[in-house]
Nanobody, 122 residues
Framework: QVQLAESGGGLVQAGGSLRLSCAASGRTFSNYAMGWFRQAPGKEREFVTAISWSGGDTHYADSVKGRFTISRDNAKNTMYLQMNGLKPEDTAVYYC???????????????WGQGTQVIVSS
C-alpha cells in the first residue's frame, strides 16, 4: 500500500520553471515504480513521465522530452518532477501515481495522489 500527496503546483509564466513533489508513505516505497500524469479541462488524463523503482529507467512523453525531468529520492520517500521551459499547453492538474511496474496507460496504475494544479500563462 502506498499513499501519495503532490505539492508544488501553482501559476507560472511561459518559459518559467516549477518543481512538483510527490511524498509517498507506505511499507515498500522503493519497490514501486512511480509516474506523473496530467489532465487538462475537457481532456483525458495523459502520461507525462515515469521512473522505475531504482531510478535507473525513465520514460517521457514526446511533448515533454528535453523540458521535464523525473527523479526520486527513496531515502526521503519522495518523487520530483522538474519542469523547465513551461508552455501554456502544459496547464493541467498533475497527478503522481505508483505501481509495481510502470506503464504509459493510466488505467494500469494502482495508487494516485490528489493532484496539484499547474497553470502556465502566456
Amino acid at each position: 500500500q502506498v499513499q501519495l500527496a503532490e505539492s508544488g503546483g501553482g501559476l507560472v509564466q511561459a518559459g518559467g520553471s516549477l518543481r512538483l513533489s510527490c511524498a509517498a508513505s507506505g511499507r515498500t516505497f522503493s519497490n514501486y515504480a512511480m509516474g506523473w500524469f496530467r489532465q487538462a479541462p475537457g481532456k483525458e488524463r495523459e502520461f507525462v513521465t515515469a521512473i522505475s523503482w531504482s531510478g535507473g529507467d525513465t520514460h517521457y512523453a514526446d511533448s515533454v522530452k528535453g523540458r521535464f525531468t523525473i527523479s526520486r529520492d527513496n531515502a526521503k520517500n519522495t518523487m520530483y518532477l522538474q519542469m523547465n521551459g513551461l508552455k501554456p499547453e502544459d496547464t493541467a492538474v498533475y497527478y503522481c501515481a505508483a505501481d509495481h511496474n510502470y506503464h504509459t496507460d493510466y488505467t494500469f496504475w494502482s495508487y494516485w495522489g490528489q493532484g496539484t494544479q499547474v497553470i502556465v500563462s502566456s
